[in-house]
């Protein structure tokens, strides 16, 4: 009997032209070894179409075309925030074609696209990215000892309840800081509460609580006078302190005490947290109180919570976070002063 052995297209060529010799299929199928039913049905072919080459099968059906997979393309590019299911019925009402979210989803996948939450920025005018432009400009090839002197500050708001982000947008990877997938809003608060603190290369000051705004005589009376003074004491003349321009920040009895201290601010361009490197140290801490187990249930449980966590996170991080800044400086010159992938 003769075994079953796969057939290439040498193998079906050879055959093919023994039986255009004139030998019969029985003689072929003894002297190669292969059944003869299955050179029956390749002859068969052979004489229908001329082919010999297998004949793959695919499944089931594609259910699109080229054009509609173009279609599905062009659509969520235009507006990278439609769900799948968005786009399928678009396509169904273009087209007729009715396809399932997950026909939508490796549609898109085919060509690079895929869902990702859009990146949340700050607002930025063409004046805003001058001034960010000029300060990295000014600052890219600074080196290690110079950054050493500089102390970032910054005041965050932390709460029992976190925003789930729930909206994504197709785009391609590497692509994520591109205008068109960003999703720009200004910060906003919520009940919990307010932290303020301030890093320096090898050293951190104690994180100030608060369940209020932040207000000016605040940020003298604490954060100034308690925190930022004693650090420019230690540094000396060298010491540069870095705030953002928020409001309480820019009062006239804030601006009395720095110069009453002989605290020199460092310029500081408006909307540019992806440059101050303290803004990942709050992603760390927000990130290490929601690993907590259990989790902080009400605000006292959090306050605790926060102070612990702040107290704990590994120096060593601040400072490569610190130490970042000639690339922060370099990305922002890269985007012409705006968004970084920072």
Not at 119 to 137: D, E, G, K, N
Request: glycine share 6%; hydrophobic share 35%; aromatic share 8%.
């Amino acid at each position: 009997m003769a075994q079953r052995k796969h057939l290439d297209d040498f193998l079906r060529g050879r055959i093919i032209g023994r039986l255009e010799c004139g030998r019969t299929q029985l003689e072929v199928s003894e002297e190669l070894g292969i059944a003869q039913s299955v050179i029956s049905r390749l002859w068969q072919r052979f004489q229908d179409d001329g082919n010999v080459s297998r004949c793959y099968s695919t499944g089931r059906p594609r259910v699109t075309t080229p054009n509609e997979d173009r279609y599905l393309a062009v659509t969520a590019k235009r507006n990278r925030r439609s769900t799948a299911s968005d786009l399928s019925r678009q396509l169904s009402s273009a087209t007729g074609t009715t396809v399932s979210r997950q026909t939508v989803y490796r549609r898109l996948g085919h060509i690079g696209l895929y869902a990702r939450r859009p990146v949340r920025c700050v607002p930025l005018t063409a004046t805003h990215c001058r001034l960010r432009l000029a300060l990295s400009r000014e600052h890219a090839l600074w080196t290690p000892q110079q950054w050493s002197c500089v102390m970032f500050s910054d005041e965050s708001r932390f709460s029992l309840q976190s925003d789930s982000r729930r909206t994504f947008i197709w785009r391609a990877p590497g692509t994520r800081y591109h205008q068109e997938n960003t999703f720009e809003r200004h910060r906003y608060g919520g009940a919990g509460w307010l932290v303020s603190g301030g890093i320096i290369l090898g050293s951190r000051t104690d994180l100030h609580v608060q369940s209020v705004t932040m207000t000016g005589h605040i940020y003298r009376d604490v954060i100034l006078e308690q925190h930022v003074r004693l650090f420019r004491g230690a540094m000396g003349a060298e010491f540069l302190f870095m705030d953002d321009n928020a409001r309480p920040h820019r009062t006239n009895i804030v601006d009395e005490c720095l110069q009453s201290e002989d605290i020199t601010r460092m310029d500081w361009p408006a909307y540019s947290p992806d440059l101050n490197p303290i803004e990942h140290v709050w992603d760390m801490l927000g990130r290490r109180i929601a690993a907590r187990r259990p989790p902080p249930t009400c605000l006292p449980e959090l306050l605790w919570a926060l102070l612990d966590e702040w107290s704990n996170i590994p120096q060593d991080q601040i400072d490569n976070l610190i130490l970042s800044m000639p690339r922060r400086c370099k990305a922002c010159i890269a985007s012409s002063g705006k968004h970084t992938p920072y």
